[in-house]
């Protein structure tokens, strides 16, 4: 076992005050972990016992000297963190509970499923603006730098010192970068990347700290602009999908904690269970907005990041995505000066296949299709591997945010360089008439009523150069031009990934595959002497089109949404067949190597992401020998001293506590009667809700659910609640705020089954009873993680003390 000083998180923020561990209730803390598993089932002793690793060790004397010095990170991907919090999917149905839904009318039911739509239409119309402000701000950035690095170069090409223009080229690229980096990186962490990740654990049940937050939508929209504009090889459209999510968490709550206003609105939906859901729109939006796909955000939403999947959500998603994807149209042609002109229904435009040749092919390219699609996954392979390792490398030694502000510096100084220098050595000149609207031409050594089409693709925009490589005709790139781009490019965006800046991989994955393919579209007529033959393959664009398919699905290993994503940015249903079956190909091929680049990045930041299935071959483990045990469990009516002691013990941090009573004589064990939550106790503490106060009508009010919904999501630690040594010997009744009737499950019920029912119900805790209905153990979200299928059998990983 590696010794671990530290875990880099995403949000590099341990001091987080509301980021409390989720542990299992344990009757000695956590350290006791693997003896209590020892003792509950001896066959697990043929995976490995559980241990937990202590990463907050004292630092000595020797290492205390070397404190000021930039040290290495020590890294151990075989390792759960367990300072990840689970979120609550399940309700708790207690007396409340019960009491508000018996109290609430037709009416009211009625009013809460039109608010439900009137949110839903408002995290559309706003990730709509949000997405319609990115593009006019990168596109007038990337605009003017255009300008003035053209006006250097054209007047610096006929008398010599051109160094001058790429001087100038690296230092405007380097300060958009550095303002994105300085933003990311010395403000919220949270926002780096394009937050995908971060959404599928949110939405898979894993609070992540500060991903939905006011302060990252803010630093992710002037960061991703800024990383665009800079030259990186990014896109904006990824960063889109975390930006509708943090809408619409912040949205369907009717307040925002950031600023302290509240505005009494939408507080039924103050809890875990719906604002899950209407992020889930959110991210749909988010897609829907990039690609101007809204049947292609609903399936995102559905095949990469919900995990419990409403029926009754996927009309109002679609809804959002509908809204998202009008509101951008709408304001892009009022920007245009065509209002009501609707042609621009995504931050990308791929453009119409239909009425060209390109949107023709026959049955016998489709094996051609399957072969770029093996393609495709074998470079995704390569990609995410190499990502993997310079991630590793990240954590280990770039873990300053001053460092990784120089690193992407770095990145984008070394973007320009590489691409001044291709197109200086590039003869890729191509007649001006040839494209039509061209947005960027840049003469250099060309012809005069000539450009240099290497020029053009890196001083593009990303998602103008894969549609000019989806629909340039014949003849409009240089071969060798396409293999160096490609090359190029697919090292610097593999660089790029990971990097302290608001940036998706999406659109640099299209670009790349486009440029392959359309290379191989050009390849082909040479190997083919039948006129026919020649004339179908003559335009390369389908092939572009197939190898962007191909390289985005070995990358990111989606299918049926980008397949649908893809036919809805194409407009063109006629290559559904095909790019179904490039995406399974490329995921089969890329799975048989490496993982997809975002289960790569859950996998680094050692989050307890539950997978849709358990792993195989774990029939044989059951409950018993999962659970964590013995258990902390409370009495139905409890010392408030004790609860305190417990909720304050910081080597446990539990968050689920099961409530048990016993007979009247006492003879007999403790049987379950319901469970209670961290959060529920701190609210009872904190309104002092103690039976002798109650008794002698001290308590201002009954308590009520919207008491609980006032103090979510972010619950007062309990150091901040004062109980004096008088209340510490009272008494209170959990009966009223207990979940009566939490699942349990009987201690031979196997793993598999187990599993099934955690991730189906979305589930924070499992009790597991005997057959008398005494507690014997809690299955949480990290009882389950540990579990994968390695490369020597079933493995079970570690878990950290963070």
């Known amino acids: 076992m590696a010794n671990v000083t530290k875990k880099v998180s995403w949000s590099s923020r341990a001091d987080d005050s509301n980021a409390t561990g989720e542990g299992t209730p344990l009757l000695h803390g956590s350290e006791q972990l693997g003896n209590s598993r020892q003792q509950s ?38 390792l759960l963190s367990l300072k990840y919090e689970s979120l609550d999917y399940d309700n708790s149905e207690n007396q409340l509970f019960l009491e508000e839904e018996r109290r609430m009318s037709y009416l009211g039911f009625r009013c809460l499923e039109i608010s439900r739509w009137v949110v839903c239409g408002l995290i559309g119309f706003l990730t709509g603006l949000i997405a319609c402000f990115i593009d006019i701000m990168v ?8 300008y003035v690095v053209k006006e250097n170069i054209e ?21 958009f970068v550095m303002v994105g980096a300085v933003m990311v990186a010395f403000f919220e962490p949270i926002a780096g990347g394009s937050g995908i990740p971060q959404i599928k654990c949110y939405l898979n049940g894993v609070k992540i700290p500060r991903v939905v937050r006011l302060k990252t939508l803010l630093v992710k929209v002037a960061g991703v602009i800024c990383s665009v504009a800079g030259g990186l090889a990014v896109g904006k459209e990824g960063p889109m999908i975390h930006s509708g999510a943090v809408v619409a968490a912040g949205v369907s709550q009717g307040r925002s904690t950031s600023l ?35 049947v292609g955000g609903v399936l995102f939403s559905l095949e990469e990041a919900a995990s419990y999947w409403n029926q009754m959500l996927t009309w109002r998603i679609f809804f959002a995505s509908m809204i998202s994807t009008f509101t951008l149209n709408f304001f892009l042609s009022v920007y245009n000066n065509n209002p009501g002109e609707l042609s621009n229904p995504g931050l990308i435009n791929f453009g119409s296949f239909d009425g060209n040749s390109s949107s023709e092919y026959n049955l016998y390219e489709i094996p051609l299709f399957i072969g770029m699609g093996a393609i495709g996954g074998l470079l995704g392979a390569l990609f995410n591997a190499l990502n993997y390792w310079l991630t590793i490398f990240r954590i280990r030694y770039i873990h300053r945010p001053c460092l990784q502000v120089m690193e992407a510096m770095l990145v984008a100084a070394v973007t320009a360089t590489v691409s001044f220098i291709m197109i200086y050595f590039s003869n890729a000149c191509q007649p001006l008439d040839v494209v039509q609207g061209e947005d960027y031409p840049l003469q250099l050594y060309c012809a005069d009523g000539e450009y240099n089409s290497m020029a053009t693709t890196f001083f593009n925009r990303p998602e103008k150069s894969v549609q000019n490589l989806f629909h340039n005709p014949p003849g409009s790139y240089d071969p060798l031009t396409l293999g160096m781009f490609t090359i190029t490019y697919f090292f610097l965006a593999c660089w790029t990934y990971g990097l302290a800046v608001s940036a998706g991989v999406f659109i640099p994955s299209l670009l790349i595959g486009a440029a392959w393919g359309r290379l191989i579209g050009i390849m082909l007529p040479t190997l083919s002497s039948a006129n026919a033959t020649g004339q179908i393959w003559a335009d390369p664009g389908k092939y572009a089109l197939i190898g962007a398919a191909a390289q985005l699905g070995g990358i990111v290993r989606m299918t049926l949404s980008l397949t649908v994503i893809l036919i809805e940015a194409t407009g063109n249903v006629t290559y559904g067949l095909p790019l ?14 490496e993982e997809g680049l975002y289960d790569i990045h859950i996998k680094l930041q050692s989050v307890p992401f539950v997978h849709s299935e358990a792993p195989p071959t774990s029939h044989w483990l059951t409950a018993r020998e999962v659970m964590s045990s013995p258990v902390t469990s409370f009495n139905r009516v409890e010392r408030v001293g004790t609860i305190v002691d417990l909720l304050s013990n910081t080597s446990t941090n539990h968050n689920g506590f099961p409530v048990v009573v016993s007979n009247a004589n006492g003879e007999e064990p403790a049987k379950l009667c319901g469970l209670i939550l961290r959060s529920q106790l701190i609210v009872l503490l904190k309104h002092k809700v103690f039976v002798e106060l109650a008794r002698s009508k001290l308590t201002r009010r009954k308590l009520q659910l919207k008491d609980f919904r006032d103090a979510y999501p972010r619950f007062p630690p309990i150091q901040s609640i004062h109980v004096s040594q008088d209340e510490r010997e009272c008494m209170m009744d959990l009966t009223e705020f207990m979940n009566p009737t939490p699942y349990t499950v009987p201690q031979e019920t196997s793993l598999p089954r187990v599993y099934k029912l955690f991730r189906a119900l979305g589930l924070r805790h499992l009790v597991v009873v005997d057959d008398s209905n005494r507690v014997v153990g809690l299955v949480t979200r990290k009882d389950l993680a540990r579990y994968h299928l390695g490369k020597h059998g079933l493995e079970e990983l570690q878990l950290a003390q963070t």
């Not at 179904?580 to 190597?593: C, E, H, Q, R």
Request: hydrophobic fraction near 40%; avoid cysteine; aromatic fraction near 10%.
């Open 139 to 146: 596109e007038q950035l990337a605009g003017l730098k255009y």
């Open 580 to 593: 179904m079956l490039v995406l399974m190909t490329a995921k089969i091929v890329g799975d048989y190597f």
């Open 41 to 78: 089932g001896g066959s697990i002793s043929q995976i490995g016992r559980v241990s937990t690793v202590n990463m907050d060790e004292e630092i000595t004397s020797e290492e205390d000297s070397l404190k000021g010095r930039p040290k290495e990170i020590t890294h151990n991907e075989k």
């Open 155 to 175: 007047k610096f090409t006929a008398g010599g010192g051109l160094s001058i223009s790429l001087i100038l080229w690296a230092v405007l690229n380097s300060a």
């Open 260 to 294: 302290k206003r509240d505005f009494k609105i939408f507080e039924y939906f103050r809890r875990d269970t719906e604002k899950r859901d209407f992020v889930s729109a959110g991210a749909a939006a988010g897609v829907s907005a990039a690609f101007g796909a809204p």
